[in-house]
């Protein structure tokens, strides 16, 4: 950008020149690049909606056979933050997928295998698990599923695995609705749903185990981020704490200032360990007052391996003997 911006001072004012670049680097740029009379229009290009998600797939489906049964809008529909670049590696898997079966056409099953390996990752069938292990993956990820069943404001369970892929030996899928803004209500079923798993492996094996490092790493984030960055903290107030030079390419932050004194580190670490144990424990006692369903649930899970959302709706409405919906009746809570 820089070379251009020399050559574009060698343009007449009556050249017909339309000069375009693209970064993902934004926050680099040398200020009198975006001047007006260099790059005056800044288009801003973000991860594509359900709309642009329809386009894209329907761009790299182009020349390749689809059966009937195949919907691109349902596809585009079941991949929210799915970038340009993931929905190519998508239809390619499924185009793959279908080969490898010798199909003609590539058809709905071929998009859903496809669709888990881009997201999960490759399933790895041959890894040995001990039986202990597999039943603890299963209560774990229940934990999750029925703490996000149970509390409205979630965002809906897509599937559960326990079949090993990547790194994890479990997996729970939601289908994030796509909200710009969130509530704090919404943040805190968040933190409740990432929890879920510790705190079924805690009620049920009373002990915990090193599975549930990530859930925790990401609740604790966004516990920091409610009472650091969007003053959500009822006792911190509207306020922000922490200036950071964020290095938007890698999603990281490089260097952060300290513009709070160490009362007020001390209020914010409070602050973010309240929001964690309180959700634990709400987490917790959703398991422990639906703890027939939590056994029923994990038991069909680990003999089947995949349960997807409809599945676990019908053991849920099942399992009631009363006819109650069990679903979604469990209120929300503010902190
Ligand atoms: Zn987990």
Redesign the pocket.
Known sequence: LNQMLVEMDGFDTDTNIIMIAATNRPDILDPALLRPGRFDRRVVVPIPDIKGRKGILKVHAKNKPLADDVDLETIAKSTPGFCGADLSNLVNEAALMAARKEKKKIDRSDFEVAKDKVVMGVERKSMIISPQDKENTAY??I??VLVAKLIPETDPIHKVTIIPRGWSL?Q?HYLPDEKYTKQRKFLLAEIAV?LG??AAEEIINKDVST??G??LERATDLARKMVCDWGMSDKLGPLTFGKKEEQIFLGREIAQHRDYSEETAERIDEEVRRIILENYERAKQLLVDNMGLLHRLARELLEREVLDNSEIEKIMREYNPLGNDVLKTAGGQDS
Request: aromatic share 0%; proline share 0%.
């Open positions: 774990h990820e934990g999750h479990g729970t990432l798993g510790r599975g549930a990530n859930d």
